[in-house]
């Protein structure tokens, strides 16, 4: 097995606010211009689905149906039709949660492009956690 295509990353932050709320504000696409500018600068449904506008072009940005564990799975589906599953999860931590994104690595990333990859996950959890814990 080819290690290097099969390499994750757990990126988390603390959120010092309820599971529910930021796992509420985070499953509406239309929030993500606020707390995830790395994916893109604006969101609008269109026929029922989410396009955002990306560095990599117009993308669809779908979620896991609403639930009551926390999962914010979603995919991102290029312009060229490829699709990327990115597993996320918003868990109870004491008072607050836990934010936790796995970043799989694919095959064509180098190791700088992968550490790219982590540095903008990491600093949209980052604007997460500044949104919600500046709101009351």
Same mark, same amino acid.
């Given at each position: 097995?080819? &290690?290097?295509?099969?390499?994750?990353? %757990? $990126?988390? &932050?603390?959120?010092?606010?309820?599971?529910?709320?930021?796992?509420?504000?985070?499953?509406?696409?239309? %929030?993500?211009?606020?707390?995830?500018?790395? $994916?893109?600068?604006?969101?609008?449904?269109?026929?029922?689905?989410?396009?955002?506008?990306?560095?990599?072009?117009?993308?669809?940005?779908?979620?896991?149906?609403?639930?009551?564990?926390?999962? $914010?799975? %979603?995919?991102?589906?290029?312009?060229?039709?490829? &699709?990327?599953?990115?597993?996320?999860?918003?868990?109870? %931590?004491?008072?607050?949660? =836990?934010?936790?994104?796995?970043?799989?690595?694919?095959?064509?990333?180098?190791? =700088?492009?992968?550490?790219?990859?982590?540095?903008?996950?990491?600093?949209? $959890?980052?604007?997460?956690?500044?949104?919600? =814990?500046?709101?009351?």
């Amino acid at each position: 097995m080819d &290690t290097t295509a099969a390499e994750s990353r %757990h $990126l988390s &932050t603390y959120v010092d606010r309820p599971a529910q709320q930021v796992y509420d504000y985070a499953s509406d696409p239309s %929030h993500l211009p606020a707390w995830a500018p790395g $994916l893109g600068s604006s969101v609008e449904e269109v026929d029922g689905k989410w396009i955002v506008d990306s560095p990599m072009g117009r993308v669809e940005v779908a979620f896991a149906p609403r639930n009551e564990f926390g999962v $914010l799975d %979603h995919t991102v589906a290029l312009p060229s039709g490829e &699709t990327f599953y990115n597993p996320m999860r918003v868990t109870v %931590h004491g008072t607050g949660c =836990e934010v936790v994104f796995t970043l799989r690595r694919q095959p064509e990333l180098s190791d =700088e492009e992968f550490a790219r990859d982590a540095d903008a996950v990491s600093a949209d $959890l980052v604007a997460l956690k500044r949104v919600m =814990e500046s709101t009351d």
